[in-house]
């Protein structure tokens, strides 16, 4: 995946997010995630250095707030902002870019569980129907009503299963990142085609 920060972008937006006011190192996190529409969150791991060396740089200085240390940004840090704007809209636009694409990685994963959904029902039905000629050969062979039920039972249990794993996907996403609207609107498009598509096969 390409860097969702171009190499010294993401040091120049946390300037930008600290000059709205002095915050802690959570909160610059979350501004970013929020930013992002949740598709993305930087990790303290990518943050906290960054912070450090805006300090040492003269960018930002440290105070202490209860159990946390705020960051607010100095005179230099303003005066940095004011001399590079043009590269802050720039940084705007190459995030705007990173949501788009983030997001149509979100949904392709979202189509293909919904895709290899479809195919495990056709394949369920196509291994039924060559069972039932089979079955229906032999002497003793399962009757048709009987049949049927099978087939249903096997076609809920894989929705069921779909459900159980994607239920599971986006409890494990929330669980670190909140789920972003965007994610709900491409699980309800994707369902909804889903629906569409089996339906189909349906007999009327």
């Known amino acids: 995946m390409a860097p969702v920060f171009a190499h010294g972008a993401l040091r120049l937006y946390l300037l930008f997010l600290l000059e709205s006011g002095p915050k802690h190192?959570?909160?610059?996190?979350?501004?970013?995630?929020?930013?992002?529409?949740?598709?993305?969150?930087?990790?303290?791991?990518t943050v906290y250095p960054r912070l450090g060396k805006l300090e040492e740089d003269g960018l930002v200085a440290t105070e202490p707030a209860g159990r946390r240390t705020n960051y607010r940004i100095t005179a230099a840090g303003i005066a940095e902002l004011d001399r590079r704007r043009e590269d802050l809209a720039g940084i705007e636009n190459d995030i705007a870019a990173s949501v788009q694409r983030l997001s149509g990685a979100l949904r392709q994963d979202i189509r293909k569980s919904v895709r290899e959904l479809r195919t495990d029902l056709a394949a369920a039905a196509e291994a039924a129907r060559t069972a039932a000629l089979s079955a229906a050969a032999q002497p003793g062979a399962v009757r048709p009503a009987a049949r049927r039920g099978q087939l249903l039972r096997e076609a809920e249990l894989l929705l069921q299963d779909f459900r159980d794993e994607l239920r599971a996907d986006l409890r494990r996403q929330a669980l670190h990142h909140p789920i972003s609207p965007l994610t709900v609107a491409t699980v309800r498009s994707a369902l909804d085609q889903a629906r569409a598509d089996i339906r189909e096969t349906l007999q009327p």
């Open 25 to 45: 190192g959570y909160e610059l996190i979350k501004a970013l995630k929020d930013r992002f529409g949740g598709t993305y969150s930087p990790s303290a791991g």
